[in-house]
């Protein structure tokens, strides 16, 4: 059974940092290019960053750079994201999905889901 599994979300202060992990089974994640949505209250779902099979990283929203490094262990069947100077707009559920070989910073496109974790920032 295929599953991705998030973790690592909390509370944090602005300025402060996380470490997300999806945590992939029931696939070989080396295959799989692995991205990173969030989605805000009230708005859609939007593709952050993404790694793709070749361990090249896509970013797709301009207020990360810099911030967000999304990096992969396939020995561990793991994909993680590293977010640093947290800022309140950041506040959001993490979503990783999976999508074969490339990546895609469009939600319709990634084949599979984890089911979330929330990043709340805020003092």
């Known amino acids: 059974q295929l599953q991705l599994v998030e973790s690592g979300g909390g509370l944090v202060q602005p300025g402060g940092s996380l470490r997300l992990s999806c945590a992939a089974s029931?696939?070989?994640?080396?295959?799989?290019?692995i991205g990173w949505f969030r989605q805000s209250p009230g708005k859609e779902r939007e593709g952050v960053i993404c790694?793709?099979?070749?361990?090249?990283?896509?970013n797709y929203d301009d207020s990360v750079k810099g911030r967000f490094t999304i990096s992969r262990d396939n020995a561990k069947n793991t994909v993680y994201l590293q977010i640093n100077s947290l800022k309140p707009e950041d506040t959001a559920a993490y979503f990783c999905?999976?999508?074969?070989?490339?990546?895609?910073?469009?939600?319709?496109?990634?084949?599979?889901w984890g089911k979330g974790t929330l990043v709340t920032v805020s003092s």
């Open positions: 999905a999976a999508r074969f070989l490339y990546c895609s910073g469009t939600s319709v496109r990634m084949d599979y």
């Open positions: 029931g696939f070989t994640l080396a295959d799989y290019a």
């Open positions: 790694i793709n099979s070749s361990g090249d990283s896509t």
